[in-house]
Every structure is written in C-alpha cells, then in structure tokens.
C-alpha cells in the first residue's frame, strides 16, 4: 500500500533523526577520519562517526568559528532581525572529541590520502568525507564578478556577513523602493529558499514600507511549492510581489553593479536593492580533490555517498548529484549520517546497506504561516529514487490552522536538526 503525506510525516521523525539504520555496535578501529566543512552535512557526519566508533580519530576542518544557517535567515531577513538566534559554535562537537581545525582545507592528494590546510598541516586520512557546500560560478552573469559585486548586489545564500549587508540594504532602502531578486536556474541550494525570501522581504514593505515592490526575475518557468507560494502571494501581497519567469523575459543576463541595474533580453531594471543569486557548483575543494565531474557537482554511490571518481572519498550535501534529493540542510544532515554508518561498514569489513531517506522543506509565507513539501527515496541500486506516491505537498486552500502548524512544525524541526548538527 503507498504512503500517503500523513503517514510520511508521522514517519520522519524517526528517519530523518535517526536516520532509520540501527546503531548496531562496530568493531572499534582507530581509523582517520577527516571531514572538510562544518556545515548539516560534515557536522552530522563527524558526530555521527564518534558514536559509532568512539576510537578513530575524527578530525573536522572548518574556517568559521562560528557558523551561521541558511536556515530560518530568510525569517530574519524579513523582519530585519538578528543572526544571533541561528548562529552556532563547535564547542560541543569539540568536547565530544572531534578534533576541530578553524582552518581552509587547500588541497587534496587522493593518491597519498592526505588533506593540506592553511597553517601548513597536512592530515593523512584513510577515509576523506566532503561537505563543502555550494560556490558560485565566475562569469556566469555579465558583470557580476564574485570579488566586488556581492557587495554591491548581495547574494546572502552563505550566510553571514552577505546576510547583514542584505538587511542592511533593506533597512536603509526609502519607502517607494523596489527589490529586484534574481533566481539561477536549477540546480542550486534549496530551491524553494528565494521564494519563501521574496514573500518575507514583501511582508516587511507590506507592514512597514508599503509603497515598495518585489520583482522576482526567475531563469526557470516552474519551481518548488509553486501554486502554494502564488496562493499565498495572490491572498497576502497583489500589490507587493510580482514573478517573471524565464519565458516572459525574467532570466537575468547582464548586471551592472554600480548603477544596480539588471538586463534581461529586453529589458534594462533599475533596482533600489538588488538580490543576485548566481548559477553554483559544489563547493571548489571538491574540485581540486578531483571528485567533480563536468556538471561542475559531485556523482555519488548513493548507498555510500562514495565518490564515484576518488577511492576512500566520501562527498555529502549540497555538493554531491543527488537528485531528485534537493540540495538542503535536511538531505545534508541525513546523507551525513548514512555516510557514517557506511563507512563504520566498510571499515568492519561489510558492505553498505540501503535504506529509506526523506526530506522535507519548510517554507514561510508570512512570519507565521508555512507551507512544505516532503520527498520519500531510496538508494537501493547505489542511485536515488523517488519512491511512488511517498510524500507530496501542503494542501492547497488549506485551513489556516495547518498553515500556523505548519510554521509551528518548522521552528521544531529547526531546533531538532541544529541540536543535532551543533550539539
Ligand atoms: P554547508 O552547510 O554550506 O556547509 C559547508 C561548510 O563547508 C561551510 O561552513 C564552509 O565554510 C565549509 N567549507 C567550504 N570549503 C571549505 C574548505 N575548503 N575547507 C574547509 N571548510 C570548507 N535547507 C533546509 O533543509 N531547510 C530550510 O529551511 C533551508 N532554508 C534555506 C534558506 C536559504 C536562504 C538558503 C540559502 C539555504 C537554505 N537551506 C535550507 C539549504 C541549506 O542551507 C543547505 O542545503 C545546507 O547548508 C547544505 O549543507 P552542506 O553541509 O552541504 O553545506
């Protein structure tokens, strides 16, 4: 009998928490393990790995002491908040004895098994896992080079210091103003994220800037949640959201940064604050480590999450070819963990199991309404795979309620998985 939705949420607790495989006891090895980037996917990895087997040595490189989330920023940027509430250390992944370096990991040498970090260390490895998450693609939009422009046009999709400058913008923009985002086409980090941004951004002109306007100019035709986010538009903000899609002129070619202009085929926009999130690519040590093939991502075995072009490389979250798995904290964390768990495997001498794997992306509408969307997959066959009428979205011209829990439910799972994450 298929799942319905129901029966999938009541289940993810259990398989995105715990991530449905049995903590069985691993013969103990004094393995090195080193993870690149502490972000869902390297923390959940790292903690994951020291329960499992508590004698290897674990070693995470990271460059921030502190690390901001993605999610629930665009909840403080739409109310001009604070990035305090989503900002963590590692202070407890280091107390559980994870050896944590605040350093850049370099280079790679696949052959030698060894990582290079600034200060000159090097680390030898017998198993390497990559998280580094997403960067940007130089040149991909006339204009916007990746040195200067961000400061002019702030992506904000690494948050932090691109996320204040954003607020920053907004704060200071004059009522009457317009916000102009620019969305790349797919594949990119969370794909619903600049719509749940812009229905924010349009709230807080709505409450406290009314004459002002978002202009969405999207590289596609379609995207995540649509005809729940163009409900909530249509009932919240007639006046203070429009979306163009890729077919009526919205895909963004041209950038001019000092006059905050953006070009499509057409048209020339002048922005008040303008939005630019460029075309991405996993994280560039994945490409100096060689585990990127010409798509600019990462393939994977999908019940190992082992490289397909690095032997005793494991790559994870943002970074990696997924699909249909989006490209969010929640697929992070759970890859993180099955990763873990094939590796204590493989290092015992067994082979990786497959399993159940979920992911479910909250969106807010308004700061107290959420809709989401769940996907259910296997990684039988070591590829991903939608599973048949698993999953599904929000209910369409829902009872108000359901759009309060909904948001209810977001903040919980956000507490859940950043407990998990961060400690
Ligand atoms: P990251 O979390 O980005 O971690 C990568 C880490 O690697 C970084 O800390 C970086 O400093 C480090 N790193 C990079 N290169 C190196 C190197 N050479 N050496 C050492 N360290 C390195 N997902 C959800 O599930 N739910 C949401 O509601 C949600 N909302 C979002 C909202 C926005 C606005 C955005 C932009 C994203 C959102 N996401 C959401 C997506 C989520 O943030 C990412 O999918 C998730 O962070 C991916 O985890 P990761 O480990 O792959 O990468």
């Known amino acids: 009998m298929p799942l319905n939705r129901r029966d999938m949420l009541a289940g993810l607790g259990a398989i995105g928490l715990a991530s449905g495989l049995p903590l069985y006891a691993f013969p103990q090895t004094n393995a090195r393990i080193v993870v690149i980037g502490g972000g869902f996917g390297g923390t959940s990895a790292a903690r994951t790995l020291k329960r499992l087997l508590p004698n290897a040595s674990i070693a995470l490189i990271e460059p921030k002491a502190t690390y901001v989330t993605c999610p629930f920023s665009n909840v403080e940027i739409g109310k001009l908040g604070s990035l305090t509430p989503i900002s963590f250390s590692y202070t407890a992944l280091e107390a559980e004895g994870i050896k944590v370096h605040q350093a850049e990991a370099t280079s790679v040498d696949p052959i030698r098994q060894t990582v290079q970090i600034t200060g000159g260390e090097t680390l030898a490895y017998d198993r390497l896992i990559l998280s580094p998450g997403i960067d940007f693609r130089a040149n991909a939009i006339d204009g916007y080079d990746l040195q200067d422009a961000p400061n002019r046009m702030p992506h904000a999709w690494k948050a932090g210091d691109q996320t204040r400058l954003l607020m920053r913008q907004l704060r200071e923009m004059e009522d009457g103003g317009l916000f102009v985002m620019s969305v790349p086409p797919a594949p990119y980090r969370c794909p619903p994220g600049p719509y749940e941004r812009a229905s924010l951004i349009a709230h807080y002109f709505k409450t406290q800037k009314p004459r002002s306007k978002v202009l969405i100019l999207d590289g596609k035709d379609q995207f995540s949640k649509m005809p729940l986010f163009q409900e909530a538009w249509k009932e919240h903000y007639p006046d203070h959201l429009e979306w163009r899609s890729a ?23 002048q922005a008040d604050v303008a939005n630019v999130i460029p075309p ?113 979205l929000s209910p369409l011209a ?20 950043t407990t998990e994450a961060f400690g």
């Open 280 to 392: 991405q690519k996993a994280g560039t040590i994945a490409e100096r480590a060689s585990v990127t093939d010409s798509t600019g991502w990462c393939p994977i075995d999908a019940l190992s999450f082992a490289s397909t072009l690095q032997p005793n490389i494991h790559v994870i979250g943002d970074a990696t070819i997924a699909a249909p798995m989006p490209k969010s904290a929640f697929s992070a964390n759970l890859q993180g963990k099955i990763c873990a768990h094939a590796i204590a495997r493989i290092l015992a001498g067994k082979e990786p199991i497959a399993t159940t794997l979920a992911n479910t992306c909250y969106s807010f509408t308004t700061p107290d309404e959420a809709v989401s969307i769940v996907g259910v997959y296997s990684n039988s066959d070591s590829r991903l795979s939608s599973i048949p009428g698993a999953g599904g």
């Open 247 to 269: 077919t009526d002129d919205g895909r963004v070619s041209k950038v001019d940064i000092q006059n905050l202009t953006l070009s499509t085929d057409f048209e020339d926009i």
């Open 398 to 417: 829902a009872d108000k309620s359901i759009r309060y829990a909904e948001a209810r439910q977001a903040k919980i799972w956000y507490d859940a998985i």
